[in-house]
């Protein structure tokens, strides 16, 4: 078991706690510590045919009232519509200042439940469970929760730093292979915007990227965390270096919106975003070719080779400039300067990255193809 402790500037420090068996050994601690009256475990369909008392049996020697609120799954629900959902639950349980949010499930969970969280009776303490390896090393840590609009993903949200997170590796065996591998994809941005070491390791074990080699994910995940958590230190509400977190984002939310978050799951599409951006990186010579190649070999390992509708230079504008990191009709564009090195372009253009992304296309076909069919 591994924990590691963020310091937020302004916040309270919370603890994140990472192994096998972590929900029964850390979870009744972290809700015992804020002494609540009333824990709503806020989940989705599938966690709770899967797990139906998971959170209500840890905690079932505690003195207080549990309480589920069930969502639909996908990407798709994450909706204000879904928001709405959540109040009328949290109305209907009398919930109130003395009641603690359990975000159990993955990352699209995490982000609605820690928006509500945010801003049901103008805040209520929440803890994070995530439960697919893509919420355990990005949404669940850092305090970022949004839903997505028609337009944009995550264009409207809140910060809200949990108050614990516990990460039990367990629930890796229940995930389908195609969302841990979307987990992996964020895992190795962490590497590859700022511990090459962690890079070097994941290229190293690839070979247990498919099993249950639970110390292999605690030291992956803890590592990652450790990345996401020193970032998010330095700054904690994106005003200037967190943006690094966004590499790959920009792309990859593009394809989310233009596909109608349907055809990629949140990592892939991150993933493709990646080898875009370091594709960029090596084509405008930040990037020499030899870790171009390193990173592409990674990465192409579990790309999931997606096909797109076609999509016009008009079209690609619109959907980079609707992207939140967009401003003044240019972007902040998050570049590779080597393994471990990344920096931030500002006032990167539309204009300039759509030569690229044909060029993309055409030379990286088994990462990303356009067109019908």
Known sequence: MRTLQVEVPGERPYPIHIG?????????DVVRRHGRELVVVITNETLARLYPDGVADVLRDLPLRVAACILPDGEQFKTLDTLTRIYDRLMALEAHRNTLIVAFGGGVVGDTAGFAAATF?????LVQVPTTLLAQVDSSVGGKTAV??????????????PAGVVMDMEFLATLPPRELTAGLFELVKHGMIRDAALFEFLEARRAAFSGRDWSFWEE?????CRVKAAVVQEDPRETDQRAILNFGHSLGHLLETH????TFLHGEAVGVGMLFASFVSRRWGHLVPDDYSRIRSL???SMPRKRIAPLDE???TRLLMHDKKAAQQSIRFILLGGLGKVFIRER???????PEFQRFLAEEPDALAMGAG
């Open 20 to 28: 096998a068996g972590a929900l029964r050994a850390e979870l009744p």
């Open 299 to 301: 990465l192409l390992t």
């Open 148 to 161: 997505n609009h028609r337009e944009a993903k995550n264009a409207v949200g809140a910060f809200k730093q």
């Open 348 to 354: 990167t253009t539309p204009a300039e990255l759509w």
């Open 121 to 125: 009776m103008r805040g209520l303490p």
């Open 220 to 224: 992956a995940v803890f590592r990652s």
């Open 314 to 316: 008009s079209g690609f």
């Open 259 to 262: 596909t109608g978050y349907e």
